[in-house]
């Protein structure tokens, strides 16, 4: 109650009053400022003068829209922190842009430059006595030079010739036109391609119009590495890309130094590849066969790296006796086992199927055959089963020739065999049509039946013999 009684004394707070009650001692704030008090008296004593607060109107007036001629459309914008008496256009420099300013370009002679699409904007040279000042660069603002790696200026400067040029800016380039981890992604891209097409050239082609000599030893590194990850047949084929890129794009020394930055990876690929040593081992001394890699590289290493193990594997593998006709067929003939081995694979496979006529079994053991280029012999084996197993007379049913053309017009559907394959395997039938006669009489009648089979269900598109 006592709090209540001494706010009921408490003297009511007013404009008058209230300077006093924050200051009791008299010296009260005014309620109006001093300007506008002599704003006020003006206005009083003297109306005809003009007065601060109607010019304070008058230049707030200044930026509102008016009509510049009475009873047209026509107006008068005028933006506000624009001499339109000069220029007549909004200037968007007095822009702040947005964070007060801070994402603001100035124009205050820094490194910074205004890029326009025209071309370079406000360009002002180094100063002479600057440290970073080259006369060459510098007397042109339009030479620049485009580059990816650290040594392009201390080439350029050199007076080294530039590695290549770039169409787009019209710039000399000097050091490689891609980076380190687009060239990695290129280099992956064209081995798995010729993992495809067995073209060795295209991939030469390839590394030479990325013109990025200084990552050459990382060709070496991406090939071998993508050679681990799959069969003996692409094994093959990256030891044969290895000897046409040498000499040229891959030099002796880019060729050995990839190699040694393999061999220094070799626990990380361990990890992903259990037997990546003898693999590693095998393509090395493969490479010393081929006249790749010299021997001496072999015997330069101290077992002071983490990969020497995998050079004490070449070395046994080039101690053996034969070793050269040996490690030419290290990975097999190309599709990683012996021709003979695979033509008995692919007769198992077939008497397989015939007896329990499921075609996707019979699909997958062929492509666990990863022999694409030698699929004619699987044509060409699995008609010739098929006559044999109808019997030495021709029947007006062959249910086994039947079955067969089911089999190749499925693997071809499933782009697990191609067209071509399939018109080679029955080529090759004709040719050796004299002596299958030998063993099944009615053979050049059931070719026949085969051939219009072929066509007739669309996996077969070569004109008939006897047209």
Same mark, same amino acid.
């Given at each position: 109650?006592?709090?209540?009684?001494?706010? %009921?004394?408490?003297?009511?707070?007013?404009?008058?009053?209230?300077?006093?009650?924050?200051?009791?001692?008299?010296?009260?704030?005014?309620?109006?400022?001093?300007?506008?008090?002599?704003?006020? %008296?003006?206005?009083?004593?003297?109306?005809?003068?003009?007065?601060?607060?109607?010019?304070?109107?008058?230049?707030?007036?200044?930026?509102?829209?008016?009509?510049?001629?009475?009873?047209?459309?026509?107006?008068?914008?005028?933006?506000?922190?624009?001499?339109? =008496?000069?220029?007549?256009?909004?200037?968007?420099?007095?822009?702040?842009?947005?964070?007060?300013?801070?994402?603001?370009?100035?124009?205050?002679? =820094?490194?910074?430059?205004?890029?326009?699409?025209?071309?370079?904007?406000?360009?002002?040279?180094?100063?002479?006595?600057?440290?970073?000042?080259?006369?060459?660069?510098?007397?042109?603002?339009? %030479?620049?030079?485009?580059?990816?790696?650290?040594?392009?200026?201390?080439?350029?400067?050199?007076?080294?010739?530039?590695?290549?040029?770039?169409?787009?800016?019209?710039?000399?380039?000097?050091?490689?036109?891609?980076?380190?981890?687009?060239?990695?992604?290129?280099?992956?891209?064209?081995?798995?391609?010729?993992?495809?097409?067995?073209?060795?050239?295209?991939?030469?082609?390839?590394?030479?119009?990325?013109?990025?000599?200084?990552?050459?030893?990382?060709?070496?590194?991406?090939?071998?590495?993508?050679?681990?990850?799959?069969?003996?047949?692409?094994?093959?084929?990256? =030891?044969?890309?290895?000897?046409?890129?040498?000499?040229?794009?891959?030099?002796?020394?880019?060729?050995?130094?990839?190699?040694?930055?393999?061999?220094?990876?070799?626990?990380?690929?361990?990890?992903?590849?259990?037997?990546?040593?003898?693999?590693?081992?095998?393509?090395?001394?493969?490479?010393?066969?081929?006249?790749?890699?010299?021997?001496?590289?072999?015997?330069?290493?101290?077992?002071?790296?983490?990969?020497?193990?995998?050079?004490?594997?070449?070395?046994?593998?080039? =101690?053996?006796?034969?070793?050269?006709?040996?490690?030419?067929?290290?990975?097999?003939?190309?599709?990683?086992?012996?021709?003979?081995?695979?033509?008995?694979?692919?007769?198992?496979?077939?008497?397989?199927?015939?007896?329990?006529?499921?075609?996707?079994?019979?699909?997958?053991?062929?492509?666990?055959?990863?022999?694409?280029?030698?699929?004619?012999?699987?044509?060409?084996?699995?008609?010739?089963?098929?006559?044999?197993?109808?019997?030495?007379?021709?029947?007006?049913?062959?249910?086994?020739?039947?079955?067969?053309?089911?089999?190749?017009?499925?693997?071809?559907?499933?782009?697990?065999?191609?067209?071509?394959?399939?018109?080679?395997?029955?080529?090759?039938?004709?040719?050796?049509?004299?002596?299958?006669?030998?063993?099944?009489?009615?053979?050049?009648?059931?070719?026949?039946?085969?051939?219009?089979?072929?066509?007739?269900?669309?996996?077969?598109?070569?004109?008939?013999?006897?047209?």
């Amino acid at each position: 109650m006592a709090s209540q009684t001494e706010f %009921s004394k408490r003297p009511e707070v007013t404009v008058d009053t209230m300077g006093k009650v924050h200051n009791p001692s008299g010296q009260g704030i005014a309620a109006f400022s001093a300007k506008k008090k002599t704003t006020t %008296s003006t206005t009083t004593n003297t109306p005809t003068t003009p007065t601060t607060i109607e010019t304070t109107h008058k230049q707030q007036n200044e930026h509102q829209t008016r009509k510049i001629e009475e009873g047209s459309a026509r107006r008068n914008i005028t933006r506000k922190k624009t001499d339109s =008496s000069t220029t007549g256009n909004y200037d968007s420099r007095n822009k702040k842009h947005g964070g007060a300013g801070k994402g603001k370009w100035l124009n205050d002679g =820094s490194d910074h430059l205004h890029i326009l699409k025209g071309g370079i904007e406000n360009y002002e040279p180094l100063d002479e006595n600057d440290p970073l000042y080259v006369a060459d660069e510098d007397a042109d603002p339009s %030479s620049f030079i485009l580059s990816s790696h650290e040594t392009a200026d201390e080439l350029r400067i050199s007076g080294a010739q530039p590695s290549a040029y770039d169409a787009d800016n019209d710039k000399a380039v000097y050091g490689p036109m891609l980076t380190l981890t687009e060239f990695k992604i290129r280099v992956s891209d064209a081995v798995r391609e010729y993992f495809d097409s067995s073209d060795a050239d295209e991939v030469v082609r390839c590394i030479d119009e990325m013109k990025c000599r200084e990552y050459h030893p990382e060709v070496v590194k991406r090939a071998i590495s993508l050679g681990l990850d799959a069969g003996p047949r692409e094994r093959e084929l990256i =030891s044969r890309l290895l000897a046409c890129l040498h000499p040229n794009p891959l030099s002796d020394d880019c060729l050995e130094l990839g190699f040694e930055v393999l061999l220094d990876s070799m626990d990380d690929l361990v990890i992903d590849i259990p037997d990546a040593k003898a693999m590693v081992g095998s393509f090395l001394a493969r490479a010393v066969v081929d006249e790749v890699v010299a021997p001496a590289f072999l015997s330069n290493r101290n077992n002071s790296h983490p990969g020497d193990c995998v050079v004490e594997k070449a070395v046994q593998l080039l =101690s053996r006796e034969h070793c050269t006709a040996r490690l030419e067929k290290v990975w097999g003939p190309g599709d990683g086992r012996p021709v003979s081995e695979l033509k008995n694979a692919m007769d198992q496979l077939l008497k397989e199927y015939l007896l329990s006529r499921e075609l996707d079994e019979a699909a997958s053991c062929v492509r666990e055959l990863k022999a694409k280029h030698f699929h004619h012999e699987l044509v060409k084996r699995g008609v010739k089963i098929a006559m044999e197993e109808d019997g030495r007379d021709h029947a007006s049913k062959s249910s086994s020739l039947d079955a067969m053309a089911a089999l190749f017009k499925f693997l071809v559907q499933n782009s697990i065999v191609s067209e071509f394959q399939v018109a080679k395997g029955v080529q090759r039938l004709e040719k050796i049509l004299p002596d299958l006669k030998l063993d099944v009489p009615a053979a050049p009648g059931m070719l026949d039946e085969f051939e219009t089979l072929a066509r007739e269900q669309g996996f077969l598109h070569i004109p008939s013999s006897k047209a």
